[in-house]
């Protein structure tokens, strides 16, 4: 028996776990010079013991039986199928899930932090990599990473990630440098998703700042909830919605899927329930303001209906996803697992089934297949 049981789930929030050579196949020699490696040096002994343990399951048969057992508690580097695309196919099995979208982790910073090398080269040396990593299993959906502050340079590296085989389309929930994602010069971009039937997303991360470190500075240290120093803590969770929101409240208010009607975007590990409330407050908006912003005058619906219709949210395993669909909709929530990240848990299936005991049949197939078949449109047609 797999983890999924007899149903049908997509899992809309997955990761590689990157090694420092990921991105070497995909540059020239001189551009691997520039590449940032001091996040892998200095996780040199972590690398070591994970590359040795996974040696270990190729060829001691204990050894990957036990991995087996242990699927949804290594996490990180050590999880099965992190960096392995072979070994990832063999944890779709035991998993049982028929797609998977793959985000992901630490490769990007080899070229975006302390790197002189192109944003754009980096972009699309990144993007075919990970498009190759997810080629060998239709199961594996690769997602591309395009940042928007060139938007010449973006719309020619989402034309190249998606000619690669990449499934959605990862931009960052902020402005495109000193534009609006909604500017007029960056509609070729979105053209390009709507025109092709690739869907964009948001993911945690990808909103610059989350909180002002003021807020920490109470006296009060603490960890976060991993046992480190700065990832996300309380009153990190307190603020992780409000760049997706701002970033997707904006889209609709500036008409965005009035211009490309069959756009369509996901907002991934960054939570669900916020979405009750915000639906209400983007439509307050056109309410407050239609009076005196022609942009708004020309919406020809409420801007919750165009999320309803356009957009997919994730919820955090334990949130009230019964309610949230009884509130929002059935149709806006996706199950994921966040897999090998430890935020997913060790049983994100079995932490969501006990929020939903009494959703419907209909309604429980949407959330953990239909509804992100729905978001991934024609690149999920050889999934359900």
């Not at 992901?104 to 993007?127: I, W």
């Not at 909604?182 to 948001?202: E, G, K």
């Not at 990808?206 to 807020?215: I, Q, R, S, T």
């Amino acid at each position: 028996m797999t983890y999924a049981g007899q149903q049908t789930i997509l899992d809309a929030d997955s990761h590689v776990m990157e090694l420092e050579n990921f991105l070497d196949d995909y540059l020239s020699e001189a551009d691997r010079t520039l590449l940032n490696r001091k996040l892998f040096e200095l996780r040199k002994e972590t690398l070591d013991t994970a590359q040795a343990s996974a040696e270990a399951r190729k060829q001691d048969e204990a050894a990957a039986k036990e991995a087996d057992e242990r699927l949804m508690k290594d996490k990180g580097w050590s999880a099965q199928g992190g960096w392995d695309p072979a070994e990832r196919s063999h944890v779709l099995d035991l998993l049982g899930f028929n797609g998977q979208l793959v985000f992901g982790t630490f490769g990007t910073l080899l070229y975006k932090v302390n790197s002189e090398l192109d944003l754009y080269v980096g972009t699309n040396a990144y993007n075919r990599a990970l498009a190759d990593f997810c080629s060998a299993d239709k199961r594996l959906l690769a997602v591309a990473n395009i940042p928007l502050t060139d938007p010449k340079q973006a719309t020619i590296a989402a034309t190249n990630a998606i000619e690669a085989g990449c499934a959605a389309i990862m931009v960052p929930s902020t402005p495109a440098g000193e534009l609006a994602p909604t500017h007029p010069d960056i509609d070729p971009f979105w053209d390009v998703l709507a025109q092709s039937d690739t869907p964009f997303v948001l993911h945690v991360g990808g909103g610059g700042k989350m909180l002002d470190k003021a807020f920490h500075n109470n006296n009060m240290p603490v960890s976060d909830h991993l046992g480190g120093g700065e990832n996300i803590r309380s009153k990190d969770y307190l603020a992780i919605h409000h760049s997706p929101e701002v970033f997707l409240g904006a889209l609709i208010l500036d008409g965005l899927f009035e211009r490309f009607p069959t756009l369509r975007g996901g907002c991934i590990e960054q939570g669900g329930d916020w979405v009750v409330s915000w639906l209400h407050h983007i439509d307050g908006a056109l309410r407050s303001f239609s009076r005196t912003e022609e942009p708004l005058r020309n919406l020809t619906r409420k801007p919750s209906e165009y999320a309803r219709e356009h957009l997919k949210f994730t919820p955090f395993p334990g949130e009230p996803v019964a309610w949230m669909m009884e509130q929002a909709g059935a149709e806006m929530f996706m199950f994921s697992t966040d897999y090998p990240h430890p935020e997913g848990t060790t049983d994100p299936l079995a932490k969501f089934e006990a929020t939903m005991a009494d959703v419907s049949a209909t309604d429980r197939a949407k959330f953990f297949s239909g509804n992100m078949a729905e978001l991934l449109g024609s690149k999920a047609s050889h999934l359900i």
